[in-house]
């Protein structure tokens, strides 16, 4: 079945400090894999994905992650953490099959990071 | 630019009232569209998806129903509201079809959610 593991509830980061959330996933066929934000009663928002090509993607407000085939984790990173990045960020991914087809968007249980001053 | 509004934001119903959220999606053509609900801001669990006016598939049994009356018009709606309905209901898009060229990737674009109390 595919599944897709973010093995931390809470992530804590000193403001300043790199962070990291990790992301782990299990699938047949090629993985799309994203990363989302979500900020207290707010949707989630879009912050980056990996399809294909360099394994380091950027996103959004200084975020990038990093796609590791072997190890199949999608690790969420940033090297200065700020106060305003703590919400809640979850880990996503699609699997197309070899055929070309879409299944649908499978997420993460979701970690929530704090930073503090 | 493709914008999707969902609402009423909030929503406090009794227990065994009906239920009708609405989520539209403007400046693109033929969307999946999603609902989904996240219990005590943690998970998301997938209640529904269309790919297609009333073609809606179901992913859990519950007491929850969904209708695609538009191409761009999604509604979640319940006959009799349970006190386990509670939580916060998400609407989203995404393209039909994929396609590296043209940029379409398969993600989702989420609304902002409406929160349901059910009493």
């Known amino acids: 079945a595919q599944s897709v593991a973010q093995p931390e509830d809470q992530v804590n980061v000193a403001e300043g400090n790199p962070l990291t959330v990790k992301c782990t996933y299990s699938?047949?066929?090629?993985?799309?894999l994203f990363w989302y934000v979500q900020y207290p009663n707010r949707g989630l928002q879009f912050l980056l994905k990996?399809?294909?090509?360099?394994?380091l993607v950027k996103g959004s407000y200084g975020f990038e992650a990093e796609f590791n085939k072997s190890q199949t984790s999608f690790h969420l990173k940033k090297p200065s953490a700020l106060v305003s990045d703590s919400a809640l960020y979850f880990c996503?991914?699609?699997?197309?099959?070899?055929?070309?087809?879409?299944?649908?968007?499978?997420f993460g249980k979701g970690t929530k990071l704090s930073v503090k001053p | 630019s493709q914008t999707i509004h969902q609402w009423p934001a909030t929503l406090v119903q009794p227990v065994g009232s009906p239920l009708s959220l609405e989520c539209t999606v403007e400046?693109?053509?033929?969307?999946?569209l999603y609902w989904y609900r996240q219990a005590a801001g943690r998970g998301l669990q997938l209640l529904f998806y269309?790919?297609?006016?009333?073609?809606i598939s179901s992913e859990v049994p519950q007491n929850l129903s969904a209708s695609r009356p538009q191409d761009r018009q999604f509604i979640l709606s319940s006959k009799k509201l349970l006190l386990s309905d509670s939580g916060f209901y998400l609407c989203?898009?995404?393209?039909?079809?994929?396609?590296?060229?043209?940029?379409?990737?398969?993600?989702?674009?989420f609304g902002e959610g409406s929160r349901l109390t059910v009493l």
């Open positions: 989203a898009w995404s393209v039909t079809q994929l396609g590296l060229a043209g940029g379409n990737t398969g993600e989702l674009f």
């Open positions: 699938v047949s066929g090629n993985p799309y």
């Open positions: 990996y399809i294909t090509g360099d394994n």
């Open positions: 996503a991914v699609r699997v197309i099959t070899y055929g070309g087809s879409q299944g649908n968007l499978i």
């Open positions: 400046g693109t053509s033929n969307p999946n």
């Open positions: 269309s790919i297609g006016i009333d073609q």
